[in-house]
């Protein structure tokens, strides 16, 4: 193996291109960088597991059905909180099919959300779990609950916690974020974000804007609900199936939970229905899924399936916060900014993890004083948890809805404003090439001369900025790759597939560096026995797993070679590669051939990857490594007599750092567009005041944006960046596509209408309401 | 879901027999949208389900027809959604059927679900579809709307319960005055405004169909030659949503002046809502941009609205004034 070496990249982007020295590990291919010459990674490549998602053929964990499995289901609590004074189970075991059943709490204890455990148990079809659950005999003693934020936050509001709350970490939460400043009442404070003196900045200014922002509770309603599949293989041992951005989450969770050696417990993930965030361990946040499972799969003798209903899914396994921002913004006269102060709140429900406030820390960041103060308000209602981004959306949409605001108070292009302070090389790339292109200033024009005439339609236009991090882990993932006498390629790792098309770029790169066609390499994921690897989450795969698997192809490839010299009769160093062949002066070899001469089986090498090496040419605050850069713009169509607002075109400008499938990585962006756009129009969770209930826990009143309500157009543009991050330069793209959607589109209806919607989501009462359509409130 | 009987007679008699029972016992199925949802939901698990799909010849050609008979449009009750929004004999003066079953629910949705399942469903609201609560309409003392989550409720005709009503065909249909005929022990034909129960005359229900009744179709009055009609609706979702607010108009222009003007609103009122306040605006005068906002101010006047839902009063009125708008064929403001 070589010692550490020194080689020098050509990194950047666009035009602004130069080259850096890094210093690479022992054993690490020299990174892609942009003199780099790609024939596979970096062009379009449909997924290689299509063709089985479209026939059915591929199997979810929905899908598993074990010799002899039952079916569990779980009675929840109807009650936002009382003390269970009794419960009996007994009566359920006697129920037709019934082969276990499971107390999940005690008299005395208290439970706090409309949803929570209860108890369990399982049976031979799901009518007959579904009846034994009725059997069970609870008593319930009622008492005070508060499910609305604000009213959370009251002096004298019924308490969520006796008692001090600690947060569980998954891998969906953003790295770095978190922590408790103190807690009072139902209002947990996180350490502040500070730079400068905000209040200072704000006496200062000359031209200020002071508004309250709120947005609502977002479910993850990924399309296959939390599930999970146990079977024991002995006491000792289980091979457990699960819908999981997480394999090794949810080995280490249930090995802990059933005091077995994580070894000794086999998961399976080959096929996974989309994760936001919430399917990390073997339990969802808010039910325990992997005990439940396995303990009735135990007590039963035979395999459990326990697969989440679509209510169970809204109530009990996590959503993003809503938020209550107040901001504070001061600039001088002649537009540059003094100060941002935005003091969060915002209810995780039961759970953490409600802070909102690196956008407004991290982007503007011309501006000298910036104080963000975070708050989580626990209320009686199902947990937050990690989405896709957490805490940013919120953010964006409060801040750039803000600066907009402020903007029109100071005459200037909200655009303008943007670019005169933020100083992120690329972003300020994005918003110029997003400008040209989206028609803003032709486009802005139109809207103000439709809002002059005060027409019926209106036309707006809006840009929002993302802010995220290459967090991108060294050390985690152990990628494997085998070639076999046969001449065939495979590539294994534990990883799961979250839907964004890791496979096929897992076999692009394997592709790249064998020169074979992608078609011919074999990819084994979803297992947690084919090696090490990460949690989907903090938008990390690609960028911690095709350097891994880079490296272990290197490997695989170094062996080739010398394996080639000896049958070419020289030197390794003298071999050459290209088109599959390997090349020495005039002789050459085939790849069947030279696979045939491989002693034994295969040849095979691992690969990781090591830390972060590069992080050019901005870093994310308070860390080391590349801060990622994305804007988008929106354009609405506002109907001014019914409020309705229609999305007509986004422009989604972003930076992956070198794009690995154009085509995969754009659907992602869409996905990211969609989410956001979904988010800014409609979705919401709605509890009931006075029951403490969650009134739309389906996708009839939850309400997601179909076929007709997501923009007429998106187009994804990217700027590639090459930052030296690792030896693929792959960075992460899943969050940062939907941070700024919700605010673009936000931004775009305040460019309509001449007055900002400041609540999430833009609903036609809202609408209605800033254009002073609505007359006083009825009674009530 | 509980696990049921279902039955599959051949005459309409016999069906009505079978579904003489209680609610509890049998319940008479055509799509099975409603009634299935219900099923799953937890909120009904009646015994038997009696299927009217699967009829004998006679009695299927009576509920599946769809066309001129005589000189009036007959419609049976196992006809489609879609089979209405594409149905060609349908011209200007019916319009307002046409747009408004081919707005409802989604291509799915439509393919199966019936004329006489989407004028009987239950409602929507989601204190009544809610398994573990008991409101008025099951049976409990108070309208949780009320003090409740009331944005979806009702703003016209309301209490003491504040459903809206669900069906988006009873809307057009009510703007286009037909009539209803009802099998049963007593057959009879009514107006469809006596098809439904306002929760003053029972809170529990929202039609007057006994057990053992059964809703054969739907007449539509002949048109007179310059008949014209139309519908919209606002919806939060544009993909499978229910409405916010429904506007259905009919009227006949004559010399420049609207005649037989029907106003009907849905989704503001637990039944289908006449409005004969906006009908008076415009009965006999020449459309006009102003006439017709005048319209809509007066079409809203009588509402009393809850917390949250006093925007459905201007959206109403935005609403209806589009479809006065187009049906009377005066352009639209920019």
């Known amino acids: ?780 | 879901m509980q696990p049921f009987v279902l039955s599959r007679p051949k005459t309409l008699a016999e069906a009505a027999e079978l579904a003489s029972a209680s609610p509890q016992d049998s319940a008479l199925r055509a799509g099975g949208i409603d009634l299935i949802d219900r099923m799953k939901e937890g909120l009904e698990a009646p015994a038997r389900l009696v299927e009217l799909r699967w009829l004998g010849e006679a009695d299927r050609e009576v509920l599946r027809a769809l066309g001129p008979g005589d000189e009036r449009v007959q419609i049976g009750a196992l006809v489609t959604l879609a089979q209405l929004a594409a149905h060609e004999g349908f011209g200007e003066a019916h319009a307002a059927l046409r747009e408004a079953a081919g707005s409802a629910a989604t291509p799915t949705i439509r393919n199966a679900a019936t004329l006489g399942g989407n004028l009987l469903q239950r409602p929507r609201c989601w204190y009544f579809r809610h398994a573990d609560l008991v409101c008025l309409k099951k049976g409990g003392t108070a309208c949780l709307a009320v003090a409740g989550e009331n944005k979806f409720h009702a703003i016209l005709g309301g209490g003491p319960s504040f459903i809206v009503h669900p069906s988006t065909l009873a809307c057009a249909l009510t703007a286009l005055d037909a009539q209803v005929e009802i099998r049963g022990p007593s057959p009879r034909t009514l107006p469809i405004a006596e098809l439904f129960v306002t929760p003053k005359q029972d809170s529990k229900r929202e039609h007057a169909l006994q057990p053992g009744e059964v809703l054969v179709r739907a007449i539509l009055p002949k048109p007179g030659p310059e008949q014209r009609s139309g519908y919209a609706a606002v919806k939060e979702k544009q993909s499978h949503d229910w409405p916010l607010a429904e506007a259905a108009v009919r009227m006949s222009l004559r010399s420049g002046a609207m005649t037989d003007v029907r106003v009907a609103l849905g989704h503001v009122a637990p039944i289908p809502w006449r409005s004969r306040e906006a009908e008076a605006v415009l009965e006999g005068k020449p459309p006009s941009e102003a006439l017709f906002a005048e319209a809509a101010k007066a079409a809203l006047g009588g509402a009393k609205p809850l917390r949250d839902n006093a925007y459905k009063i201007p959206l109403a009125q935005g609403l209806l004034r589009e479809v006065l708008h187009r049906v009377a064929g005066v352009p639209l403001p920019e």
């Open chain 1, 1 to 780: 193996m070589p010692d550490d070496q020194r080689v020098t990249l050509k990194v950047g982007f666009a035009e602004q291109l130069r080259d850096i020295e890094v210093q690479l590990p022992a054993g690490e291919p020299k990174p892609w960088d942009a003199r780099s010459e790609l024939k596979v990674v970096g062009k379009p490549h449909p997924r290689v597991e299509a063709p089985l998602k479209v026939s059915g053929a591929a199997k979810y964990t929905h899908d598993i059905v074990p010799p002899n499995a039952l079916w569990a289901a779980v009675l929840r609590s109807p009650h936002p909180c009382a003390v269970v004074e009794s419960i009996d189970v007994a009566p359920a075991q006697s129920q037709p099919g019934v082969s276990a059943v499971l107390a999940l709490v005690k008299p005395g204890e208290r439970v706090i959300f409309a949803g929570q455990d209860i108890a369990a148990v399982a049976a031979k079809t799901p009518e007959q779990a579904e009846a034994a659950l009725r059997a069970i005999a609870v008593g319930y003693k009622t008492e005070p609950f508060v499910v609305d934020t604000a009213a959370a936050m009251q002096d004298g509001a019924p308490l969520v916690h006796r008692g001090k709350v600690t947060e569980r970490s998954t891998e969906g939460d953003e790295p770095g974020a978190g922590g408790s400043a103190g807690q009072r009442g139902n209002i947990r404070t996180s350490p502040s974000m500070k730079k400068g003196d905000a209040h200072k900045g704000l006496r200062m200014a000359k031209v200020s804007h002071e508004a309250t922002y709120t947005t609502q509770v977002h479910t993850h309603s990924a399309l296959e609900t939390h599930s999970i599949v146990v079977q024991w293989d002995g006491p000792k041992a289980a091979t457990v199936w699960c819908s999981t951005q997480g394999i090794f989450s949810v080995r280490d969770e249930f090995a802990e939970v059933f005091e077995l050696k994580p070894a000794d417990v086999h998961v399976h993930t080959d096929f996974l229905g989309g994760g936001f965030g919430a399917k990390f361990g073997a339990s969802a946040p808010g039910s325990r899924m992997g005990f439940i499972a396995g303990e009735l799969a135990r007590q039963a003798g035979a395999p459990v399936r326990l697969l989440l209903d679509r209510k169970e899914e809204h109530l009990c396994t996590g959503n993003r916060p809503d938020s209550r921002q107040h901001v504070k913004l001061g600039a001088s006269v002649d537009g540059k900014l003094t100060a941002i102060h935005v003091v969060a709140h915002g209810s995780a429900g039961i759970g953490t993890g409600a802070g909102v406030g690196r956008n407004a820390f991290g982007i503007y960041s011309r501006c000298p004083n910036v104080l963000v103060e975070s708050h989580d308000v626990f209320t009686h209602a199902g947990p937050g948890t990690a989405m896709r981004a957490p805490g940013h959306p919120q953010g964006a949409f409060a801040l750039e809805l803000a600066i907009d605001e402020l903007a029109k108070k100071l005459k200037l292009d909200p655009l303008d404003l943007r670019l005169s302070h933020d100083e992120h090389p690329v972003r300020r790339h994005q918003f110029e090439l997003g400008r040209k292109q989206f028609g803003w200033d032709a486009g802005r024009k139109q809207a103000a001369a439709l809002r002059d005439k005060q027409a019926r339609v209106r036309r707006g236009f809006g840009v929002a900025a993302s802010i995220w991090g290459d967090f991108g882990r060294g050390k985690a993932v152990v990628a494997t790759v085998s070639v076999l006498r046969d001449g065939s390629v495979e590539v294994k790792n534990g990883l799961q597939d979250i839907g964004g098309g890791i496979t096929t770029v897992v076999a692009q790169v394997v592709a790249e560096v064998l020169q074979r066609p992608v078609e011919a390499v074999r990819v084994r994921l979803g297992d947690s026995e084919l090696g090490p690897s990460v949690g989907s989450g903090g938008s990390v795969t690609t960028a911690s797993v095709t350097p891994a698997v880079r490296a272990a192809a290197e490997g695989v490839k170094t062996q080739l070679t010398a394996l080639a010299a000896k049958q070419l009769g020289r030197k390794p160093e003298e071999v050459t590669w290209s088109e599959g062949q390997a090349r020495a002066g005039s002789k050459s070899i085939a790849w069947a051939e030279l696979c045939k001469k491989i002693e034994g089986e295969a040849v095979v090498a691992t690969g990781t990857r090591p830390e972060t090496y590069g992080a050019y040419p901005v870093k994310f605050m308070g860390g080391n490594s590349y801060q990622i850069a994305g804007v988008q713009f929106a354009e609405v169509r506002v109907d001014t007599w019914t409020g309705v607002v229609a999305v007509e075109r986004v422009l989604a400008v972003h930076d992956c750092g070198k794009v690995m499938n154009p085509l995969t990585a754009r659907s992602q962006v869409q996905g990211g567009v969609i989410l956001g756009t979904s988010y800014a129009l409609t979705e919401q969770r709605v509890m009931d005041r006075v029951r403490g209930v969650m009134l739309n826990p389906n996708l009839e009143t939850y309400k997601i944006a179909g076929a007709r309500d997501v923009p007429r157009s998106i187009d994804v543009v990217f700027t590639p960046v090459d930052t030296g991050a690792n030896n693929t330069g792959a960075i992460g793209i899943g969050e940062p596509s939907t941070i700024p959607t919700a605010a673009a589109i936000a931004c775009a209806v305040h460019d309509a209408l001449g007055v900002a919607v400041r609540d999430l989501p833009l609903t036609p009462d809202r609408v209605l309401a800033a254009l002073g359509a609505v007359p006083t409130r009825g009674a009530g």
